[in-house]
């Protein structure tokens, strides 16, 4: 693993931990690693090894993955969230609700 991917999985590793206890730390260590992640992803090599290792990071820690959506919304929308899964997830749910429509 490049240092980079290194500093990302430390840093995501940081964030996930302080999302979990969200009263053991000030708001401002929580922007100040997610900057730092940020700062961290931006400098990823552009290499397809370092993207592969960078995309099992993120499907590992949700965190990094957040981050990383939020650096490229602009250009690529909720790039982490499959869109086959999301449409899977809405026609269940209009399922489920005529189901439980047609008992009523």
């Known amino acids: 693993m490049p240092a980079q991917l290194g500093v990302v999985a430390l840093l995501g590793k940081l964030l996930q931990r302080l999302e979990q206890q969200p009263r ?6 929580y922007r100040a690693v997610a900057r730092r992640l940020a ?15 960078l995309q099992a ?9 957040e981050v990383y959506e939020n650096l ?7 790039c982490c ?3 086959m ?14 189901r439980l429509s047609a008992r009523a």
């Open 85 to 98: 899964a999301a449409a899977r997830a809405e026609v269940a749910t209009r399922e489920l609700i005529a």
């Open 24 to 29: 053991g730390f000030a708001a401002e260590q």
């Open 39 to 53: 700062q961290a992803l931006a400098e990823v090599p552009a290499e397809r090894e370092s993207r592969r290792a």
């Open 72 to 78: 490229h919304y602009a250009h690529a929308g909720l």
């Open 57 to 65: 990071l993120m499907a590992a820690m949700p965190a990094v993955a």
């Open 81 to 83: 969230e499959p869109l």
